[in-house]
């Protein structure tokens, strides 16, 4: 079982420059989430996707966008690299609340 | 501002000693869960709690949820090097939303 699947897990980027981060799950689950992970912050949710076709800000939402483009896949877009997006970016998905929410390995960023 | 303030946010301990670690809010959430993380993995969940009150054991590992919903507790007894890691709380916030801590790094010494 692959669960969620992100990619890629490393990447440095310069300021100004744009990239996508992507992710698929394979639980055909209806929820999913992008969380970035700084130290001492614990996760913060920049965006969600509570089904296919919709979207909604989460707690840090400024410099990103998202897409959701079919149940399995949710990206997440940075169109202008700044330094302060130096994090670990976490995809998850989630079949509905009170259940698990699966998260993938992580992307881990650098913006210089 | 944090939502969800764990403490401690560092613990260093021999292995056998138990230990308590705290997740405080001032807002009531519907359900919370405890999730452990290591380096270069996502969180995986432990426990979901959602009465108020409620207790739940997982082996060495207790959890438990305060009456008015506000905060939770995670105690392990006679801790195992094994037990090291990142320890979070989050709390669902509606239908969609998990808010988590900042969580809590645990480190057992052999």
């Known amino acids: 079982n692959a669960g969620v699947t992100q990619t890629p897990k490393f990447q440095v980027l310069k300021t100004g420059q744009s990239m996508t981060l992507q992710c698929a799950q394979d639980?055909?689950?209806?929820?999913m989430y992008w969380y970035r992970q700084d130290p001492g912050m614990g996760l913060r949710l920049i965006y969600y996707?509570?089904?296919?076709?919709?979207?909604d800000k989460g707690e840090v939402p400024n410099g990103y966008n998202v897409s959701r483009l079919n149940k399995r896949e949710f990206s997440l877009r940075l169109e202008s690299a700044a330094p302060s997006q130096t994090s670990v970016y976490f995809c998850?998905?989630?079949?509905?609340?009170?259940?698990?929410?699966?998260f993938g390995q992580g992307t881990r960023l650098t913006v210089v | 501002t944090q939502l969800l303030e764990q403490s401690p946010q560092f613990l260093s301990i021999q292995e056998g000693e138990n230990l308590t670690v705290y997740c405080n809010s001032s807002?009531?959430?519907?359900?919370l869960q405890w999730y452990r993380q290591e380096p270069g993995e996502g969180p995986v969940l432990l426990v979901t709690?959602?009465?108020?009150?409620e207790v739940k054991k997982l082996k060495r590992l207790t959890f438990q949820f305060g009456d008015a919903r506000k905060d939770s507790s995670l105690h392990i007894t006679a801790a195992q090097p094994g037990d090291t890691g990142l320890y979070l709380c989050?709390?669902?916030?509606?239908?969609?939303?998990?808010?988590f801590g900042q969580g809590t790094r645990l480190t057992i010494n052999p």
């Open positions: 989050a709390g669902a916030k509606g239908a969609q939303k998990l808010v």
């Open positions: 639980m055909n689950h209806n929820s």
């Open positions: 996707s509570a089904s296919e076709g919709t979207t």
């Open positions: 998850a998905s989630r079949y509905r609340v009170l259940l698990e929410t699966f």
């Open positions: 807002s009531v959430f519907s359900s």
């Open positions: 709690v959602v009465t108020g009150g």
